[in-house]
């Protein structure tokens, strides 16, 4: 994944800048530093660890919340002086419950698919959390032959306003498909990004 024989620590007095970004969405989560250690145990234990300048040693990101940021990838740049980190994040990232520490400003991807990942992302979150007074919760409690069964009767509700000339209602219709899915594939535990892979390998 990463040579770590090739980073320049020395240039950071033995530590080095780490860019993390989502996964899904490649929203810049937050940055942190590493030291030689730190990077060899986030690449052992698979979840992002960093150098606590104020505190003098290891830590690793939601040793305490449980919010851990799970590794997907890492590399370097050109100058091989600091490090661009992707991670799939178990909750909010940032101390102050918001998921990125940069939240001044409102992030929203660009790309149609990332959004998609969000919602899966939420999506998981509901079933890892299962609050009460969700409409996605009571769909997991339900099991898969009612999600699936819910699945169904959405496609034919598409199906049916698709022959219809209201464009606003066959919208609706395809977004409540498309929702129903993403709590099926959860369930099924099979994440979005598989079901694109296989697209992609299609139009290969």
Known sequence: MIDISQLDFAKGDGLIPAIIQDA????????GYMNKEAL?????????????????????????????????DIQQDCDNDTLLILATPQGPTCHTGHQSCF???????????????????????????????????????????QIAQKVGEEAVETIIEAKNDDPDEFKGEVSDLLYHLLVLLTEKEIPLKKIIERLEDRHQ
């Open 103 to 145: 939240y001044q400003k409102d992030y929203k991807s660009r790309q149609y698919a990332g959004f998609l990942s969000e919602l899966e992302t939420l999506i998981q979150s509901r079933k890892a959390k299962m609050p009460e007074d969700s409409y996605t919760t009571m769909l997991f409690e339900d099991g898969i032959d």
């Open 40 to 72: 060899s145990k986030t690449l052992e234990d698979e979840r992002v660890t960093f150098y606590s300048r104020s505190k003098q040693r290891l830590w690793t990101k939601g040793e305490r919340s449980q919010n851990y940021l799970d590794l997907v």
């Open 24 to 31: 899904h969405n490649y929203q810049v989560l937050m940055l």
